[in-house]
């Protein structure tokens, strides 16, 4: 049976931009490259590189996926009928489906002979499930001192895998916006950053990244994700003598009404632009706006705040 819209329910439809931007099926192997670019004459370049061969990692279980999901189809569309994220993060990390992805990743990670690299592996390779599982509930619940924070970009990135791969099932044509602009409408996990896409019919149009499964949904720009203010933002970026004034590919939009922030990737000025890699890579303007007090709510699952 076709549904017959009115004249103004054409016209809505017809301005209103798509709510999602679906990444890439290859999304973990451009993470890694990207990683790997930055990482040239960085600072935390050997941090950027370990992170890089976790992605190729996360990049083979998603491409072979140790498990399907763990959420049957009829709670899916109850949870979307509801408005509820269908893969919801608080719940599924204590039911632990995603623990044989940690497993997964652990048996494909090549382990270094000694160094602190491989003391932290041994701690995760010898732990009990009901431990690893405690930490991952730490993570997602930003409890950082209840967890190693050498441990936590190898939870970190069996948990991004897991909830991408279950991610990529989902009937994302029907996913709704959350509860707050800054919440994933797939799995409720907050945005790691913001994306103004350069192409197409998202061209100019600003998603946000999730920092779990990587969905991406559109929120209008110049408006606070956090306190939806639009009063006084202004956009700081790492003083860089190969951009123009304003045209930074990596921007923070700051709010004073609530003293937070969230980093911006502008893929015009740099269409290889990536949402985690640039995060890690621009730690630098972090801590620049945590000095001048402003305080960063978006979690980046593969580092622990003071544990780079």
Same mark, same amino acid.
């Given at each position: 049976?076709?549904?017959?819209?009115?004249?103004? *329910?054409?016209?809505?439809?017809?301005?209103?931009? %798509?709510?999602?931007?679906?990444? $890439? #099926?290859? +999304?973990?192997? /451009? !993470?890694?490259?990207?990683?790997?670019?930055?990482?040239?004459?960085?600072?935390?370049?050997?941090?950027?590189?370990?992170?890089?061969?976790?992605?190729?990692?996360?990049?083979?279980?998603?491409?072979?996926?140790?498990?399907?999901?763990?959420?049957?189809?009829?709670?899916?569309?109850?949870?979307?009928?509801?408005?509820?994220?269908?893969?919801?993060?608080?719940?599924?990390?204590?039911?632990?489906?995603?623990?044989?992805?940690? *497993?997964?990743?652990?048996?494909?990670?090549?382990? %270094?002979?000694?160094?602190?690299? $491989? #003391?932290? +592996?041994?701690? /995760? !390779?010898?732990?009990?499930?009901?431990?690893?599982?405690?930490?991952?509930?730490?993570?997602?619940?930003?409890?950082?001192?209840?967890?190693?924070?050498?441990?936590?970009?190898?939870?970190?990135?069996?948990?991004?895998?897991?909830?991408?791969?279950?991610?990529?099932?989902?009937?994302?044509?029907?996913?709704?916006?959350?509860?707050?602009?800054?919440?994933?409408?797939?799995?409720?996990?907050?945005?790691?950053?913001?994306?103004?896409?350069?192409?197409?019919?998202?061209?100019?149009?600003?998603?946000?990244?999730?920092?779990?499964?990587?969905?991406?949904?559109?929120?209008?720009?110049?408006?606070?994700?956090?306190?939806?203010?639009?009063?006084?933002?202004?956009?700081?970026?790492?003083?860089?003598?190969?951009?123009?004034?304003?045209?930074?590919?990596?921007?923070?939009?700051?709010?004073?009404?609530?003293?937070?922030?969230?980093?911006?990737?502008?893929?015009?000025?740099?269409?290889?632009?990536?949402?985690?890699?640039?995060?890690?890579?621009?730690?630098?303007?972090?801590?620049?706006?945590?000095?001048?007090?402003?305080?960063?709510?978006?979690?980046?699952?593969?580092?622990?705040?003071?544990?780079?």
């Amino acid at each position: 049976m076709s549904t017959i819209l009115e004249p103004g *329910q054409i016209e809505a439809s017809a301005v209103m931009p %798509p709510f999602l931007h679906q990444p $890439a #099926d290859n +999304l973990f192997e /451009l !993470r890694a490259a990207r990683l790997e670019q930055l990482a040239e004459g960085h600072a935390l370049g050997d941090y950027l590189r370990l992170v890089a061969r976790l992605c190729r990692v996360q990049q083979q279980l998603l491409d072979n996926p140790p498990s399907g999901v763990p959420v049957a189809e009829q709670r899916q569309r109850l949870c979307i009928s509801h408005g509820l994220p269908p893969l919801a993060a608080d719940s599924l990390v204590r039911e632990g489906p995603w623990l044989v992805w940690l *497993q997964a990743l652990l048996d494909r990670f090549e382990v %270094p002979e000694q160094g602190a690299l $491989a #003391d932290a +592996l041994k701690v /995760l !390779r010898s732990s009990e499930e009901s431990q690893r599982k405690g930490w991952g509930i730490a993570l997602l619940s930003g409890q950082y001192d209840a967890l190693p924070a050498a441990l936590v970009p190898f939870i970190g990135a069996a948990l991004q895998a897991a909830w991408a791969s279950w991610r990529r099932a989902l009937p994302s044509d029907e996913l709704k916006p959350g509860s707050s602009l800054a919440q994933c409408p797939c799995c409720g996990s907050p945005a790691m950053t913001g994306l103004v896409r350069n192409r197409g019919k998202h061209n100019g149009l600003r998603y946000l990244a999730c920092s779990l499964c990587a969905c991406e949904w559109h929120v209008v720009r110049v408006k606070c994700v956090y306190c939806e203010s639009s009063k006084d933002l202004r956009y700081s970026s790492l003083e860089d003598d190969r951009h123009a004034p304003g045209k930074a590919p990596l921007r923070a939009e700051c709010c004073p009404g609530c003293n937070t922030y969230l980093k911006h990737c502008y893929l015009e000025n740099d269409a290889m632009g990536e949402a985690l890699a640039d995060d890690l890579a621009s730690l630098a303007l972090d801590i620049r706006l945590d000095d001048e007090g402003f305080h960063r709510l978006a979690p980046n699952l593969m580092l622990a705040p003071g544990g780079g």
